[in-house]
């Protein structure tokens, strides 16, 4: 019997803008790099 491989989804792609929600003053955060995504 095999196992079922997982798939791991990306939850944001490169460039990806995302409201900031702490007190760093940071009103937009962007997405600069997905670490060991190659595509």
Do not use: F, Q, S, W
Request: glycine letters at 16%; aromatic letters at 2%; hydrophobic letters at 35%.
């Amino acid at each position: 019997m095999k196992g079922v491989p997982g798939r791991i989804t990306r939850g944001l792609p490169k460039g990806a803008r995302l409201t900031c929600a702490d007190n760093t003053g940071a009103k937009v955060v962007e997405v600069v790099e997905v670490p060991k995504y190659h595509g």
